[in-house]
């Protein structure tokens, strides 16, 4: 597709589950974003992928979170034992070379209930 | 640390009532600022990416601008469809920074007719 696709777009899932949410990128893009945003908050970073280079797992909040990204291409991110802290929007995005721009999915809305 | 402050929160203009929003930055090295715009419930829109000092892009009735210490995003004559949140971040060549986008909190605009 012409941007950056997520899904599933609306998740609803029970304390204690797992959730996977995942981001197709721009094709050809080789960076890859996933960011949090809780409602009326700004964006909080997770993880960052570049081509093969190791991810920058910093803003990672717990080990409960977890991402990959498999071929250079599609990335899944993982939520195991979800609590309600976790409801928030998933925000994935992708930028293609290095001073492109960053283009942004519509999000994933994940409400644990 | 690199930081990002947006000021005012939020703007509440008159259509034809031009103004600017600020993004004040402090980076180890700007690799780029971006601006977004994001409509409740929808992921942040790309809008511009500046990368030195004196640079300037335009879009319709946006343009911005950057110094070495802040950039502006100037709204000429709004319209009511502007109202959103405007959303500026940096990224930077610092030695702890991957490549990884630093959000600042946004300003809401509102533009009523």
């Known amino acids: 597709g012409a941007g950056v696709s997520q899904s599933p777009s609306n998740k609803v899932t029970e304390k204690g589950k797992d959730v996977e949410l995942r981001c197709d990128p721009i094709s050809g893009h080789t960076a890859l974003y996933w960011y949090r945003q809780s409602l009326g908050q700004g964006l909080e970073f997770l993880i960052y992928f570049q081509g093969n280079s190791a991810p920058d797992k910093s803003g990672l909040p717990s080990d409960r979170f977890s991402a990959e990204r498999t071929g250079g291409s599609v990335s899944t991110l993982t939520i195991q034992r979800t609590q309600q802290e976790d409801s928030a929007v998933y925000l994935c995005?992708?930028?293609?070379?290095?001073?492109?721009?960053?283009?942004f999915g519509e999000g994933s809305w994940l409400t644990v209930v | 640390e690199d930081q990002v402050t947006q000021s005012p929160e939020a703007l509440r203009l008159q259509e034809g009532e031009s103004s600017s929003l600020n993004c004040s930055y402090t980076v180890s090295g700007l690799r780029g600022l971006f601006w977004y715009r994001q409509d409740p419930g929808k992921g942040p829109e790309f809008l511009f990416t500046?990368?030195?000092a004196g640079e300037e892009k335009e879009k319709e009735r946006l343009k911005a601008t950057l110094t070495k210490k802040e950039s502006f995003l100037h709204i000429t004559a709004p319209k009511p469809e502007d109202s959103a949140t405007y959303l500026c971040?940096?990224?930077?060549?610092?030695?702890?920074?991957?490549?990884?986008?630093?959000f600042g909190q946004g300003t809401t605009l509102q533009v009523k007719p």
């Open positions: 995005a992708s930028m293609g070379g290095g001073r492109g721009s960053i283009y």
């Open positions: 500046l990368y030195s």
């Open positions: 971040a940096v990224q930077s060549h610092g030695s702890s920074n991957t490549g990884k986008l630093i």
